[in-house]
């Protein structure tokens, strides 16, 4: 029994988005390579790395301590730029103001004492995001910056956060491997959709628009990824978060498409019964059309 538990471990198939998986995948130095093309996707043109050196690899020992902790991927370019790359799983009505606190913290940590200012280098904030954080825009990729009110001077430049939403990338969990592919127009949905849809992609079958070695190697990674015991109760405990997350997500959706449905149903109802009540129409007739009684029919009246 235990040996077929333990045979059952290491063939299970692994999410990329449970951010245990995630730094294993990004955050270690046989991977930095996937980490440069990663971050590459997603910054632009000025901020490119040819290479990063990580601050925080990833520690088998983090997880004895704290199986729950925060996960994120600290870099640094050959510039002196530093990178904070975090995947969130689970949805959080204040993560802009986290997402702001981890920026200011790394940038304040580079300053030593007896150092001048002039030493920080600018940072970049990089979240991906597996909720929908900002529901008025269409986008999945989105990029602020610290600019002045009207003319948009972007003054202070050394502040740099990205979000990537990929529930709006790929909002339909049933999407076939064409309607993948029909989304990819850049090397940022190229990792979004091995974020999304891995378990679509085969890398030693990929469509043109897919074919890329960068891709192929994290497929590969992802499907020999070993878990130790310790790696493994982690990873459960926040696929388990992932999963009652997006049950509840998905529960609220449909509570709040009912509501509206039922509320726009009886707007319908008094609306119907208001232009009987102008014709001067019988009480009991106009009940009968709309459903409502005689006591809310004439409250529509007052």
């Known amino acids: 029994m235990i040996k077929e538990k333990k045979k059952q471990n290491y063939m299970l198939k692994i999410n990329p988005k449970v951010d ?26 000025s901020d490119q790395v040819s290479d990063v050196t990580l601050l925080n690899p990833y520690n088998l020992q983090n997880f004895k301590t704290d199986k729950l902790s925060i ?32 920026w200011a913290k790394l940038y304040t940590e580079q300053l030593k004492v007896a150092e001048d200012y002039s030493s920080l280098s600018k940072t970049i904030g990089i979240h991906i995001l597996n909720f929908i954080s900002i529901p008025n825009v269409k986008k999945y990729h989105n990029v602020f910056h610290i600019t002045e009110k009207e003319s948009g001077e972007p003054y202070f430049q050394d502040l ?23 989304k990819v127009k850049n090397s940022l949905d190229i990792w979004s959709a091995f974020l999304t849809r891995n378990d679509l992609l085969d890398p030693n079958n990929l469509p043109k628009e897919l074919d890329d070695d960068n891709l192929k190697k994290a497929l ?12 493994l109760e982690a990873y459960e405990e926040h696929l388990k978060w992932l999963m009652t997350e997006s049950s509840s997500l998905k529960k609220a959706e449909e509570k ?18 208001r232009e009987m009540l102008k014709q001067k129409l ?21």
Not at 25 to 42: A, R
């Open 160 to 182: 740099e956060l990205h979000t990537i939403e990929l529930k709006k990338f790929t909002p339909n969990s049933k999407d076939e491997l064409s309607d993948v592919v029909a």
């Open 220 to 231: 590969t990674v992802l499907d020999v990824m070993n878990f130790s015991k310790v790696e």
């Open 256 to 273: 709040g498409i009912a509501i509206g449905e039922a509320k726009g149903r009886e707007e319908e109802r008094n609306k119907t019964a």
């Open 20 to 45: 245990v998986a995630f730094k294993k995948i990004f955050g270690v130095e046989e991977n930095k390579d996937l980490l440069i093309s990663l971050i590459n996707s997603i910054v632009g043109e």
């Open 71 to 102: 996960l994120d991927i600290k870099a640094k370019g050959m510039d002196g730029k530093l990178f904070n790359i975090e995947i969130q799983i689970t949805d959080a009505g204040d993560y802009s103001s986290r997402a702001l606190y981890y």
């Open 282 to 302: 019988d009480l009991q007739l106009i009940s009968s059309v709309t459903g409502l009684t005689i006591d809310e029919i004439k409250a529509l009246s007052i």
